[in-house]
C-alpha cells in the first residue's frame, strides 16, 4: 500500500531511497545497540523482534510478517535496544530513515498510513500484553495461537504456518511463562484434541 502509493507519485525518486534485500533463515537484520539508518517493509517472510534479557538471553516480544513495518526511527535518545530477526528467508523493502520520517511528516497520505499501522500494533501489543495479566495458562497458549495460526509464504513461495515456526522458548516470551510450562500445555492440549477426534 505504501509503497505503490509512493511509486506513482512523480515527485519522489524512489531509486535512491528505496531499495529490496533478501536474506536467509534465521539471520539478524540489526542488533540491539547498532546504528541502522533504514525502516524495513516486508515484502514477504517473518520476522522476529525482540530484545536482550538479563543474563543475555534472547526475549522475544513480536512476531510480524507481510506487510508490516519495523526499525528505529529514532525518537527515543538511544533508547531503543532492539534486535530483528528473519525466521524464514525474507524479502525486505528498505527505506532510507531520513526519506521515511520526512514522508510521515509532510504527506498526508503516508502520515494518516503511519498512523493506523502505529495504533494496529499498539493495540495488538496492549491486547498481548493483558491476556499475559488476566488468562490462565491455557488461555494464554490459546491466545498465542490465535494471534499467530496464520500463513506466511517466504521469498521461495513455500508457505509456512507461523505459529508453527514459533520455538518452545519464543512461545514462553510471548505467554510470559517458561518454555517448559508452554511446551507442558501443548502436549496437553495435542493429548485433548486425539481424545476428541478419536
Known amino acids: 500500500e505504501l509503497y505503490d502509493y509512493l511509486k506513482n507519485k512523480s515527485d519522489y525518486d524512489l531509486s535512491e531511497v528505496i531499495?529490496?534485500?533478501?536474506?536467509?533463515?534465521?539471520?539478524p537484520i540489526y542488533i540491539p545497540g547498532q546504528s541502522t539508518f533504514y525502516i524495513y517493509e516486508i515484502i514477504s517472510g517473518a520476522v522476529k523482534l525482540g530484545s536482550y534479557g538479563s543474563q543475555g538471553q534472547n526475549v522475544t516480544y513480536d512476531v510480524i510478517s507481510a506487510p508490516d513495518t519495523f526499525g528505529n526511527l529514532k525518537y527515543l535518545n538511544g533508547g531503543f535496544f532492539e534486535f530483528a530477526e528473519t525466521i524464514v528467508p525474507t524479502r525486505l523493502?528498505?527505506?532510507?530513515?531520513?526519506?521515511?520520517?520526512q514522508i510521515i511528516v509532510t504527506d498526508p497520505f503516508v502520515s494518516e498510513w503511519?498512523?493506523?499501522s502505529t495504533v494496529r500494533r499498539w493495540a495488538q501489543t496492549e491486547s498481548r500484553l493483558f491476556h499475559i495479566r488476566s488468562l490462565d495458562r491455557f488461555e494464554k497458549v490459546q491466545s498465542v495461537f490465535n494471534e499467530f495460526d496464520r500463513e506466511v509464504t517466504d521469498i521461495n513461495h513455500r508457505k509456512h504456518n507461523l505459529f508453527a515456526l514459533l520455538t518452545m522458548q519464543d512461545l514462553g516470551d510471548l505467554t510470559g511463562m517458561t518454555r517448559q510450562t508452554v511446551s507442558q500445555i501443548l502436549k496437553r492440549i495435542r493429548g485433548n484434541n486425539r481424545k476428541e477426534t478419536a
Open 19 to 27: 531499495k529490496e534485500v533478501t536474506i536467509p533463515k534465521g539471520q
Open 93 to 101: 523493502r528498505t527505506y532510507r530513515l531520513e526519506f521515511f520520517k
Open 114 to 116: 503511519f498512523n493506523k
